[in-house]
């Protein structure tokens, strides 16, 4: 028998809110429900939506990009369940293609306002300001930035392994130092673990919220 159709291991909704679907999350942490099983050496597609969870709109204004809500960001699908592999094991993931979908064939490039989020150049770049990049195949183009059509190459964004309770106790102690340290600057360097705009995937009640606590 030859080669099948590419199972979908999660698929995404552009129209309902990030919050709302349950294969996604926003907190690196063990206890989030899986989102589905993946065998060995199985190759699947994988739906994701934007880091913003959909807050960035195709329009003209960078109002959008000033008043991105930053404790609601990083939406991942997942996570997946890998059959047969046990903790401490070394995953290899080869990542084949990554393709807009056909219902967004487009992107963004962004500057946050200095007084939510900033960046390294805000001092030089205070305000807000948004791009929107159409695909064409491998190129893009904006009508934003006239005159400029290249071969874009669409990243995967993060991924990543869910961190062990004890890694995770690791992380937020590292994190802990560095908020203490820094609390001198007129600036967030880093933030602890916040329950506000948690998702957990299908995680809810108090899972949930030992999640964001965490």
Not at 37 to 45: A, D
Not at 64 to 74: E, I, P, R, S, Y
Request: aromatic share 8%.
């Amino acid at each position: 028998m030859g080669k099948q159709e590419i199972r979908y291991a999660a698929k995404v909704s552009l129209k309902e809110p990030a919050n709302s679907q349950s294969n996604l999350h926003n907190r690196w942490h063990p206890d989030i429900p899986f989102a589905g099983t993946i065998k060995n050496e199985e190759v699947v597609k994988i739906e994701c939506v934007d880091w913003t969870g959909g807050q960035i709109g195709n329009n003209d204004s960078a109002d959008d990009m000033k008043n991105v809500d930053l404790t609601c960001v990083h939406y991942l699908t997942g996570p997946f369940e890998i059959e047969t592999a046990e903790p401490g094991d070394v995953l290899l993931v080869e990542i084949q293609d990554v393709q807009p979908m056909q219902d967004q064939p487009w992107g963004f490039t962004g500057v946050f306002d200095k007084k939510n989020g900033g960046g390294f150049l805000d001092e030089i770049y205070p305000n807000a300001a948004k791009a929107i990049w159409d695909f064409e195949g491998i190129f893009c183009s904006s009508r934003h930035i006239p005159h400029v059509r290249f071969p874009g190459l669409i990243h995967p964004g993060i991924l990543g392994c869910a961190p062990s309770a004890e890694v995770l106790e690791i992380w937020n102690k590292r994190e802990g130092e560095l908020i203490t340290e820094c609390a001198h600057m007129d600036r967030v360097v880093a933030l602890p673990p916040l329950l506000k705009s948690v998702h957990a995937g299908s995680a809810d009640g108090e899972l949930k919220e030992k999640i964001g606590n965490e």
